[in-house]
């Protein structure tokens, strides 16, 4: 699609709007300014529909992330409570993008978000001290977007940092995919191996996982709207069908067999919400703590001021300076969505990238927004209906987003040790080490170096530098300790 940006009329917040007479205008009109944007109500609904068939997918795949993580007390956090929080709030962060920010954008859960979660935070502390951290995070960075420090830092980094970042989410996304379907486990001679133990891949679940992730793949080639959605559909039906004609059981499973419980309908379960603890932190220490925030920022950090830009160039919305309508209140809501999820239980929301599928089929305002935010309402309704879709088929997707994530290596200049040993550092260590901080802690420091080793000192920056000597500490952090100790 041909990119064509627009020059706000008057400030960046107003762009694209009040170009016309509001007479004989609905109050659905004047207040989302679809006729200014050259939308119309039609559109707006088309593409809230395509958004949210686009990212429903969400509502499976966070609670399969955070559903199987134990915390510090090997406590688990309930299904159902989960589908129900992570439907909520990605409703009421969409619903606020859409009435505040007035801009098609929709958001969910982040998966990054949610992988340091697991990897990172709940095995250092409960649950609820859990979703503390994620308030903390979302209110860091509203703080930093009011004090304008957010693109300040985004402007710090290392554009080829930032790929890297995002394609070591990738990898370990698709890492926890991978391990979740029993497609890759621990072996006996080594750390990862083909299957869970054999060496081998055995039974019906990882089977159908595979058809499944070919069938998402093979959709996406065709360039068919909603492919993950379509493919997980495709994959459930196929493994209740083999399920109830081969007398599958729960042991074939490994746990669950995929059927309904009773009713598709029920009420939400809004037990997860409120949970959360500050404090109780101190067996981490000082240090510890910071690193956990941090690496909780980064995660929700980077993505989302790229995707908010690059939907809204999509729509026509933002001019040749990345200027769009609403922009501060998009960012500032995406960091809101960060306190809220942490507050309802269901971790970080933020700005999803399938927005752009809605905006492929004509959406330019809120209302879009508003459309999808009702469809994530309702399905707090359906709960159980999410106990048909087998796990290893829903960790099909996992692996899929990943994929996407690695686009980003086509940005990078290989042939310059600069920048592609920091960046192979970051991407590798974020899988290989389960650890999203040390990833990007190895890529900072690997950067610095080498460009001091080139006479560069100077090009990082002041930032780089300090984040370096952070991650120095980090690493150093148990030395460190026993020599202050001694």
Not at 44 to 72: H, K, Q, S, W
Not at 169 to 175: D, P, T, Y
Request: glycine content about 14%; aromatic content about 8%.
């Amino acid at each position: 699609m041909t990119q064509q940006a627009i020059e706000p009329k008057t400030s960046p917040e107003d762009a694209g709007t009040g170009s016309r007479p509001s007479a004989g205008r609905s109050w659905l009109d004047r207040y989302f300014h679809i006729s200014d944007r050259g939308s119309s109500v039609a559109n707006e609904v088309r593409g809230g529909i395509t958004t949210f068939m686009a990212m429903c997918y969400i509502l499976l795949l966070n609670p399969l992330i955070l559903g199987t993580a134990e915390d510090v007390n090997n406590t688990t956090l309930d299904h159902a409570g989960l589908v129900t929080a992570t439907a909520f709030a990605a409703a009421l962060c969409t619903l606020l993008m859409g009435f505040i920010g007035k801009v098609p954008l929709a958001l969910a859960a982040g998966l990054n978000v949610s992988a340091a979660m697991v990897s990172q935070v709940v095995p250092n502390m409960t649950w609820p001290q859990a979703m503390g951290m994620c308030v903390i995070y979302g209110v860091i960075i509203m703080l930093l977007v009011v004090t304008g420090l957010r693109e300040m830092i985004m402007n710090a980094i290392p554009l080829p940092l930032k790929h890297a970042i995002t394609m070591g989410i990738g990898m370990f996304v698709a890492l926890i995919g991978l391990v979740k379907a029993g497609f890759v486990g621990r072996g006996e001679g080594a750390p990862l191996q083909l299957g869970t133990g054999t060496g081998e891949l055995v039974g019906w679940p990882v089977f159908f996982f595979a058809v499944t992730l070919l069938l998402i793949f093979m959709l996406q080639a065709r360039k068919v709207p909603g492919a993950i959605l379509f493919g997980i559909v495709a994959g459930t039906v196929l493994s209740i069908a083999v399920t109830k004609i081969g007398g599958l059981t729960d042991k074939d499973w490994g746990g669950t067999t995929p059927e309904l419980h009773g009713s598709a309908v029920a009420s939400p379960d809004f037990g997860l919400f409120g949970d959360v603890e500050f404090g109780g932190w101190d067996k981490l220490g000082t240090i510890g703590v910071g690193m956990i925030v941090f690496t909780l920022v980064l995660a929700g950090f980077f993505d989302a001021m790229a995707t908010i830009i690059g939907v809204g160039t999509e729509a026509k919305l933002a001019d040749s300076k990345g200027r769009m309508p609403g922009l501060s209140k998009a960012l500032f809501i995406d960091g809101a969505g960060g306190a809220i999820g942490g507050a309802t239980g269901s971790s970080g929301q933020t700005v999803f990238i399938e927005s752009a599928t809605g905006v492929g089929e004509g959406a330019r305002t809120g209302l879009s927004s508003v459309v999808t935010g009702l469809f994530f309402a309702a399905c707090l309704f359906f709960t159980p209906v999410t106990q048909l879709v087998p796990a290893q088929v829903a960790a099909a997707a996992l692996v899929v987003i990943g994929s996407m994530m690695m686009s980003a290596a086509a940005h990078i200049d290989w042939n310059d040790k600069s920048v592609s040993i920091p960046v192979f550092l970051t991407v590798a260590l974020m899988p290989f080490t389960y650890n999203i901080t040390a990833g990007v802690g190895a890529g900072v420091i690997a950067y610095t170096a080498i460009k001091a080793a080139q006479g560069k000192y100077r090009e990082p920056g002041a930032f780089m530098w300090v984040l370096s000597l952070v991650f120095l500490v980090y690493f150093g952090l148990d030395p460190i300790e026993h020599w202050l100790g001694a």
